[in-house]
């Protein structure tokens, strides 16, 4: 079996330092006190989708600095209040069919299926991003971290919560999160903002180390952040204390609520130690599920290890 990081003896322990700036603590906090004193203009519309058992809604709430965030929102038929999940999606895509959510709200979740602002949903971005950039958007804003792409991006996932916890039929003590890749990235980044969420389930997640990521990754999008430095590497120190601020290694020790993560020991986009590096930091109740032979790419036997997780944290059923 080939691999190119390191080897799963040395993942399970390798946990680098944080590479937090001084500020750090207050700009998070700043950063959400702001938001808390933004109305979310929440926006709900029914959808006609012939699925039985559940009725289909399209959501919208106002995320950071003006951004219009959309959703799906799908309930179960009938009496409330529902345990819910907040799926956030992969880097440059979009929330997935409606199709794609009915197994959960089969189960008798609130399912919210989140468009990450600017990227190929319908959520839009107004802002303004200083210093130039690169293709896609992890250098957006980089030279300053009040501008940085993902800090809207986390503000914009947090509300999420906020929006679901505003809804009647939604327990708000039964609300889970999860996702693949970048949306991995972002569960790992609300539970370790926002402490409502009483479950993570991050697949592959992305946004992790980023100095390690960048290092290892053989394809995109990490290698955005070389592109940039190639064209301004004068401008590496600023680049990597901006990143710092978003780092999900750097937010996991915020992490209360048990954690259910992935990794791919072929996974050549989110390389297995930028993983284990978030991992490792999570001092929260945790579960690695390790696929030696998978790259990048959801694994459909995963599905029952969610689903056993989902019922226990959000049911209180015995199936751990």
Known sequence: MPLYDKPLSELVVYRPALTREPDFEAYWQHTLAESAETPLNAEIERVAYP??????????????????????????????PFPALVQYHGYSGSRQDVFGYL???????????????????DSTDPQHYPGGHVRGWMTLGITDPEA???????????RAVDWLCERPEVDPDRIGVMGMSQGGGLTLAVTALD???????????????FRRAVDMAVRLPYLEIPDYLRRWPQRE?????????CDTMNLAP????????????QDDICPPSSVYAAYNWIE??????????????IVQAHWETKLAWAHHHLKGLDTL
Do not use: F
Request: charged letters at 15%; glycine letters at 10%; proline letters at 7%.
């Open 254 to 265: 915020w992490i209360e609520c048990p954690v259910l993560m992935t990794v791919g020991l």
């Open 103 to 121: 197994p959960w709200a089969l189960q008798g979740y609130a399912i919210m299926g989140v468009d990450v602002r600017g990227q190929s949903g």
């Open 51 to 80: 699925a039985l058992g559940c009725t289909v809604y399209q959501a919208q709430y106002d995320g950071w600095r003006g951004a219009r965030i959309s959703a799906w929102y799908i309930v179960p038929e009938g009496e409330g």
């Open 237 to 245: 120190e600023t680049v990597w204390r901006t990143l710092s601020y």
């Open 284 to 297: 929260a109740p945790k579960e690695m599920r390790v696929y030696p032979y998978h790259n990048h790419e």
């Open 148 to 158: 940085y792409y993902y800090r809207g991006v986390y503000v914009d996932c947090v």
């Open 195 to 209: 402490h409502r969420p009483v479950l993570a389930m991050p697949e592959m997640p992305y946004l992790c180390h």
